[in-house]
């Protein structure tokens, strides 16, 4: 068994399996916490969402 672990993309901790992502254009962000999640898209923005996945705006 393989179990791939992934860092937090902002301290480079070790997600937990509860972590938290950000999925932007290029790829999906993951975060180690929610203060990590929230510093990154202090610094980085709001990512732009996915194409495939459109607001229903009714
Ligand atoms: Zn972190």
Redesign the pocket.
Known sequence: MSDTKQD??????P?PPKGYSVETAERTLT???E??KGIWLMLNGEPEPPPERKATSK
């Open positions: 937090c993309d902002l301290c480079g901790l997600v975060f180690c916490c203060g990590c």
